[in-house]
């Protein structure tokens, strides 16, 4: 069969620069590799596509709004006093920025879509399903939007997390509903891939039927894999248990520091902290007061290519994130062989099934240390009982998040798509 012509949006598209757009990058050269594909992108990620061996071969095109882009970011940084906190304002200031993406976009590629020259448009970045898309109601081949991500609200348990991460403009999340071209977005798309239970939730009404499940993270089976590691709790142990991520509110580390140090259980083993963060100094105070120094140790941040290795030498990943959209770090441990610890609310609750790891159910503080420390001590007790939950795990990450098995997936929808079927969730991601 004939290979799909896709013409691919992808705002945030960079080899270099991690989370979103790392993750569509790497979906976008997967993409590739199945279809024949055109990919529109913003002019910052030249340089680094450009030295990147992998997008040989590949077709990109660079779009220039810096004439809005420039002056908005410089002033949603300093009104966000940063760029690492205050997310939800900064993904308002991105809203005239992309618009003027998507309409340079269009000047380019409006002949080419006109004429036949693509079967559809895929829209990959921005991910939130706030961002409306102005090209949805003027293409004339069917629109597909996502994955998209967002809609995960703050627990009420910690809004003094949500406080110290600037988040106060999350009260105005639901007013995106009322900005041109967003219910036009949903009401033209063809095809809405949608992370998580969560994301969908949020969706028009009228857009249930075009939904389908696809979650946005995927893993480099280079980087990640399971193969010639030491099963997770295999051996007498000591046990090695790891915190991996930046070290900020909404990630509490603090309860899994909390309920390391603060079990009898655990003291034989060690807690590995990897990452670093604001947070970091009241950590080390937390480790320093218990008395567990010894069996605690900060690493700071490593390269993204050593986590891989990183994860081959621990049993456990402890990750007590109260707001995690996508967790691709969670797939990424699956796809080492560890055994997941994590909170069962947003995409890590999801990903881990009671057969994959273990889920804390979402409390205050106190209790969720108390439900983290019981896990793990169950772990260090009752360890021949973790390699099926870490084999399972490796399994399902392998089936469904490498981003070749990802692009793969993608690929009948496309086809139904071009060939006028209804579509159907095919749940490749239960």
């Given at each position: 069969m004939k290979k799909p012509r896709v013409l691919i949006l992808a705002d945030d598209c960079n080899p270099d620069w991690p989370s979103l757009p790392v993750v569509g990058y790497k979906y976008a050269l997967s993409l590739a590799k199945f279809c024949d594909v055109t990919i529109a992108t913003h002019v910052r990620n030249r340089e680094n596509i450009e030295k990147d061996p992998r997008s040989k071969g590949a077709d990109f095109r660079y779009v220039d709004n810096e004439y809005v882009a420039k002056p908005i970011h410089r002033f949603s940084t300093w009104i966000r006093g940063g760029g690492k906190v205050a997310w939800s304002l900064g993904t308002i200031f991105h809203y005239p920025t992309y618009l003027a993406f998507e309409w340079e976009v269009w000047k380019t590629f409006k002949d080419e879509l006109q004429s036949g020259e693509f079967d559809l448009v895929h829209r990959i970045t921005p991910m939130s399903p706030t961002m409306p898309s102005y090209i949805a109601g003027k293409s004339p081949v069917p629109f597909v939007i996502g994955p998209l991500n967002g809609n995960l609200d703050w627990p009420k348990e910690f809004r003094s997390e949500q406080t110290r991460e600037k988040e106060r403009a999350r009260v105005l999340r639901n007013f995106y509903k009322y900005l041109p071209y967003s219910s036009a977005t949903y009401r033209n798309a063809a095809l809405i891939l949608a992370a998580f239970d969560h994301t969908a939730r949020d969706l028009p009404e009228g857009a249930a039927s075009k939904v389908?499940?696809?979650?946005?993270?995927?893993f480099d089976p280079a980087w990640f894999d399971a193969t010639n590691r030491t099963p997770a709790f295999s051996g007498e142990g000591p046990y090695n248990f790891a915190f991996i991520g930046r070290l900020v509110p909404y990630k509490v580390p603090e309860v899994a520091v909390r309920a390391f140090c603060e079990s009898a259980i655990l003291a034989e083993h060690i807690l590995h902290i990897v990452g670093d963060g604001p947070e970091r100094e009241r950590i080390e105070a937390i480790v320093e007061q218990t008395g567990r120094s010894d069996s605690v140790i900060f690493h700071g941040w490593i390269e993204q290519k050593d986590v891989g290795r990183f994860f081959r030498s621990v049993d456990g990943f402890v990750f007590p994130s109260i707001r995690e959209l996508g967790a691709g770090v969670v797939v990424e441990a699956m796809a080492s062989g560890c055994v997941n610890f994590v909170t069962n609310y947003g995409a890590p609750g999801d990903l881990v099934s009671e057969d994959r790891g273990f889920r804390i159910e979402l409390n205050t503080l106190d209790e969720m240390v108390a439900g983290y420390q019981q896990a793990m001590e169950e772990?260090?007790?009752?360890?021949?009982?973790q390699l099926s939950k870490a084999n399972s795990a490796v399994e399902y990450a392998?089936?469904?998040?490498?981003?070749?098995?990802k692009a793969a997936l993608t690929v009948p929808y496309y086809e139904d798509l071009i060939a006028g079927r209804p579509i159907t969730d095919r749940r490749d991601y239960s």
């Open positions: 389908v499940s696809f979650p946005e993270v995927g772990a260090v007790t009752k360890p021949a009982d392998t089936d469904c998040f490498t981003w070749d098995r």
